[in-house]
C-alpha cells in the first residue's frame, strides 16, 4: 500500500530505514496527472529497485507569470489510487510552502544543455527544473532517477546537474510513450479540442519528415524552413524552435557523423507541444 508522504523529515524517515535494509530506492518525479508515460517510467523504476517513490509536484518556479501554472491539470486522488493499483511505496507529494518556504533563497541556475531550445521561450524554466529536482533528490534520496525522453533537453540538464553538483544518484532515461497515431502522451494534451488533437500528431511527423532528411544528409536549412511552413499549414499558430542538436551537448549541429537529436515545440491554439525523436 502507498503510503501518501507530505513533509521532506518523513519522506527521509522511511528512505534511511529503506537504505539500512539494504534496498535500492527509485525516484520518478512527476507533475501529476498521471498518464501511459508516466506509468512507463514506475515500470521502468520496479524493474531496477526494491523501493518507489513518486513524486507529484506541480513546481511554481518552472512556470513564469504567463503560463499555465493555476490551470495545470491537477488529479491527486485519481492519481494516488492509479499509483496504489501499480504497487508503488510512497506518493512524495510537498505542499508548495514545504518546498519553498519563506525564508528560501536559493536556486540552481544552468547552461551548457539549458541552453537555446527551450530556454529561448521559456528563460526562467530549466532554473525551476533544476532547483526542484536538487531539492525532490535530496529529500528522497534515491539510487536512481527515472526521466523521459520526451522532455529530451530536461533529460541531459538534469544529467549536467547530478554529475556537477556530484549528487549520488543514476540517472536513467526512458523512451517517450505515444498514442497510436505518434502524437506523444503529455498531461497537456488535455488542453486539446478534438479539432486539435487531430492536427497534433502533425509534430511528430514533422519530426519524422527532418528525421529522413537528415539521414538523407539534405540541406537542414532548407528541411527545417519547409517543416515549419508545414506546421503552420496545418493548424499550428507558431512553430517556437525545430532544431537538430549534437545528442549529448544539445548544441546545433551539421555533423552527420555524430549522433544527433531533433527537437520541436509548436502552438496548437493556447497549447504548446513539444517533442523530439533521435536523428
Ligand atoms: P511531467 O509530469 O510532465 O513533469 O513528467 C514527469 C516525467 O514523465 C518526466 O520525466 C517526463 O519526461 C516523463 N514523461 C512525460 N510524458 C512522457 C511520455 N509520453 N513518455 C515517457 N515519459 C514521459
Not at 525564508?103 to 521559456?122: C, D, F, I, Q, W
Not at 527544473?129 to 522532455?151: C, I, S
Not at 544527433?260 to 496548437?268: M, N, S, T
Request: hydrophobic share 35%; net charge negative; aromatic share 6%.
Amino acid at each position: 500500500m502507498a503510503r501518501v508522504i507530505h513533509t521532506v523529515q518523513d519522506m527521509r524517515n522511511h528512505t534511511t530505514q529503506w537504505r539500512e535494509n539494504r534496498q535500492r530506492i527509485g525516484l520518478v518525479p512527476t507533475m501529476g496527472a498521471l498518464h501511459n508515460g508516466h506509468l512507463s517510467l514506475i515500470k521502468a523504476a520496479q524493474q531496477h529497485c526494491d523501493r518507489v517513490i513518486v513524486s507529484i509536484f506541480v513546481n511554481p518556479t518552472q512556470f513564469a507569470p504567463n503560463e499555465d501554472l493555476d490551470s495545470y491539470p491537477r488529479q491527486e486522488s485519481t492519481d494516488i489510487h492509479r499509483l496504489q493499483d501499480e504497487g508503488v511505496d510512497a506518493v512524495f507529494m510537498p505542499p508548495v510552502a514545504e518546498m519553498y518556504p519563506e525564508h528560501y533563497a536559493t536556486t540552481v541556475s544552468m547552461t551548457g544543455p539549458a541552453k537555446g531550445l527551450e530556454t529561448n521561450s521559456r528563460p526562467h524554466f530549466f532554473q525551476g527544473v533544476a532547483t526542484v529536482v536538487a531539492k525532490l533528490l535530496l529529500a528522497t534520496n534515491p539510487h536512481q532517477a527515472f526521466f523521459g525522453e520526451k522532455d529530451y533537453q530536461q533529460l541531459m540538464v538534469i544529467k549536467q546537474l547530478v554529475d556537477d553538483l556530484h549528487i549520488p544518484v543514476e540517472i536513467t532515461g526512458c523512451p517517450t510513450v505515444r498514442d497510436s497515431d505518434g502524437l506523444a502522451l503529455s498531461s497537456r494534451n488535455q488542453y486539446l479540442s478534438a479539432a486539435e488533437r487531430k492536427q497534433a500528431i502533425q509534430l511528430y511527423k514533422t519530426l519524422q519528415s527532418l528525421q529522413k532528411a537528415w539521414r538523407g544528409q539534405q540541406d537542414m536549412n532548407t528541411a527545417i524552413q519547409t517543416a515549419t511552413q508545414t506546421l503552420l499549414d496545418n493548424g499550428f499558430s507558431k512553430v517556437d524552435y525545430l532544431s537538430i542538436c549534437q545528442a549529448h551537448t544539445l548544441k546545433p549541429t551539421t555533423d552527420f557523423t555524430a549522433p544527433a537529436r531533433i527537437l520541436g515545440a509548436a502552438w496548437l491554439g493556447n497549447t504548446r507541444l513539444i517533442d523530439n525523436i533521435e536523428g
